[in-house]
């Protein structure tokens, strides 16, 4: 087995005047917006593209939010003609920048922002799915560079888990490309920290992980830098927020991985084996009239706002309602895993998956997996629906709510925190039969 490497990169910042909105915190009554057309730093769309003999398999990173089901849904059948793909064979996955632009559908622009005229999200939502194809198509077109790969975890100690979990993730994988001469062309790397060192502002930028890219490819001229966020769901970074504290962040954690480029790590072998699942996960809700006619009283009581809750939770609330009227309720969620296999007797595993993917699950699977040297976990790949919770977001180990677990104590059934902002309806199903026993049955089969 040989491989060859190809790339490309593109800026995907939002042109002067058009979606000027920003994603990634709630807003009272005014949506967030720029108040400058130049970003901090350029938000960036990078490809790589690692060809296993002729066989192309790629990777997407993106400086947004994350990517909607309905957006994930429309590339797929626009990339898969590219190159004779299978879903599996590409994965487009977003760094999580709070300071990116907004996109459509989630986190859902009214509920969460208040947005009313989304003709210019609408418009840079389809640029930007047009983008994506553009920049795979370009990668799998440049020139290819024969390359070894080999793969070491680092270490970074920035975050924290910001629900009080001893879960705290210190893993930075490392994955570098390397020309015959030994010089990187490609280094993808990862942490689970949440990209909001940089706060709220009102300027585009793509938080800590931007500038730990930049930092990659100022010391190698030529290289591609590209970011993977890890199971950063309850994870996030110490310290004071700002563009400040986002810059030095980013300039840490490229230390940290050109340090690692720097020694080397285990060399990476093929063939590169792809899965990809869909595991549908459920909600704590059915679809029959006392139910439902029960949700809908909880959403009128939530109008109100009694509690003095968010002004999202009454913008949930009228979204909910029109659904439960116009029998438009979800049950589940639609979560994907895809798994890439590099190698034989001795593999490395990367598993990624839709949705913001809390740490304990990344600490579950690699101590039955061989740990962070045989297996890469992250979250935010594909597609955004939601967090992605274990049973520890709610009770006995949570029992007055919690925002991952998108539930809170005044209508417990009823979605609450992240899952409001995301516009679902109710919250996961935990204990026997619920979202954690999905996720790992589902995942499981794919390890096994």
Known sequence: MSFALSTSAVDITPAPGTNRYLAGYGSQTTPRSVSTDEPRRPLMARCVVLWDDERPVAVVSLDILGLPRS????LRPRLRELAAWADADVMIAATHTHNGPVVVDYLHPFATYGLVDLAGIQAYSSWLEDTVVDLVRTA?????????????????TFAYNRRGLSYVETAVPVMVARSAQG???AVVFGYAAHPTAGGLRSQFDPDYPGGACAEIEAAYPGCIGLFLLGAAGDQGPLGITGLDSADALGARLGATVLEAVARRGR??????RTQLTEIPLPLEISTDATTLANFRNAFVERLKNLEGQPAYYQRHAEIMIARIDTGNISTTVPFLARLWTFGGADPL????????????????FRARHGGAERLWVGGYADELPCYIPSNEFFPPTMPNGSYEGGWAADFPAVAAGSMAAYGWAAHFRYGAGGVEQAVIAGIGSLLA
């Open 71 to 74: 957006m994930n849904q429309r």
């Open 349 to 364: 595993r990367l598993l990624f998956t839709s949705g913001e993917l809390v740490s304990g699950y990344a600490v579950y």
């Open 140 to 156: 799998l077109l440049a020139d290819r560079t024969p390359v070894t790969l080999d793969y070491t975890v680092a270490t970074e």
């Open 183 to 185: 010089d990187p062309r």
């Open 267 to 272: 060399p990476v072998d093929g063939p590169v």
